[in-house]
Antibody, heavy 120, light 106 residues
Framework: QVQLQESGPGLVKPSETLSLTCSVS????????WTWMRQPPGKGLEWIGN???????NYNPSLKSRVTISVDTSKNQFSLRLNSVTAADTAVYYC??????????????WGQGTLVSVSS | DIQMTQSPSSLSAAVGDRVTITCRAS??????LNWYQQKPGKAPNLLIY???SLQSGVPSRFSGSGSGTDFTLTISTLQPEDFATYYC?????????FGGGTKVEI
C-alpha cells in the first residue's frame, strides 16, 4: 500500500521560506495528483494546492502568491515551498494522494504530518 | 470559495448510539462530498467519498447520504474507536474546502 512521508525543518524564521518534501513509497507517483494541506494547532484543514505528475500545479488563491509545488518523478517525491512565512503559517503540514479519475480531489493516502513552527 | 458548515461542532454520545453529523455547502456541489475521520495526532482518514460510497476497509456502520447542498454522515452503532473528529470536504471545485469539524466525545 502506498506510503507518504513528509520531511523538512520543523522550525522556520519569520520572512523566510518553508520547504517540505513528500516521499512516496510502495507506489508510483505517475498518473496521480499529489496534494499539500495544512492544519494549524487545534484548528481545521486547509488545502494548499496540488501537482500532477507531469508538473502542472494548482494553488489555493489565498496562498498562491507565496506557494510553489513541484514534483520529481525520478525520486518519487513532490515538494512544497512557501515563502515569506509568518506565525500564521505555523501548522501541521500533510501531503496526500488524490484518488483522481471520477473521484478527483478525494484524498485516500496521507502522510503522518509534520509540524512546522514559525518563530524567531 | 465554497463554504462548508458542519453541525454540531461537538457532541457527546455513548457506545452503541446512532450518531448523525450534518454538512451544508454554500452552493450546490452535486454529490462531490467526502467525509474523513481524524484521531488526535493522526492524519485524516477517508471514510466516505462521492457522498455515499464507502472507502475500502471502512466498517459498514459508517454511511453517507445527501446531494446538492445538504449531506449527512451516520454512524449506526458507535464503537469505542469511533470517538474522533469528523470533517466533510467538498470535491466539486478548487479551492477545496473543509467543514470546521465535529468532535464526537464520550
Amino acid at each position: 500500500q502506498v506510503q507518504l512521508q513528509e520531511s523538512g525543518p520543523g522550525l522556520v524564521k519569520p520572512s523566510e521560506t518553508l520547504s517540505l518534501t513528500c516521499s512516496v513509497s510502495s507506489g508510483s507517483i505517475s498518473n496521480y495528483f499529489w496534494t499539500w494541506m495544512r492544519q494549524p494547532p487545534g484548528k481545521g484543514l486547509e488545502w494548499i494546492g496540488n501537482v500532477y505528475y507531469s508538473g502542472s500545479a494548482n494553488y489555493n488563491p489565498s496562498l498562491k502568491s507565496r506557494v510553489t509545488i513541484s514534483v520529481d518523478t525520478s525520486k518519487n517525491q513532490f515538494s512544497l515551498r512557501l515563502n515569506s512565512v509568518t506565525a500564521a503559517d505555523t501548522a501541521v503540514y500533510y501531503c496526500a494522494r488524490d484518488r483522481g479519475g471520477t473521484n478527483l480531489y478525494t484524498f485516500d493516502y496521507w502522510g503522518q504530518g509534520t509540524l512546522v513552527s514559525v518563530s524567531s | 470559495d465554497i463554504q462548508m458548515t458542519q453541525s454540531p461542532s461537538s457532541l457527546s454520545a455513548a457506545v452503541g448510539d446512532r450518531v448523525t453529523i450534518t454538512c451544508r455547502a454554500s452552493q450546490t456541489i452535486s454529490r462531490y462530498l467526502n467525509w474523513y475521520q481524524q484521531k488526535p495526532g493522526k492524519a485524516p482518514n477517508l471514510l466516505i467519498y462521492g457522498a455515499s460510497s464507502l472507502q475500502s476497509g471502512v466498517p459498514s456502520r459508517f454511511s453517507g447520504s445527501g446531494s446538492g447542498t445538504d449531506f449527512t454522515l451516520t454512524i449506526s452503532t458507535l464503537q469505542p474507536e469511533d470517538f474522533a473528529t469528523y470533517y466533510c470536504q467538498q470535491s466539486y471545485s478548487p479551492p477545496l474546502t473543509f467543514g470546521g469539524g465535529t468532535k464526537v466525545e464520550i
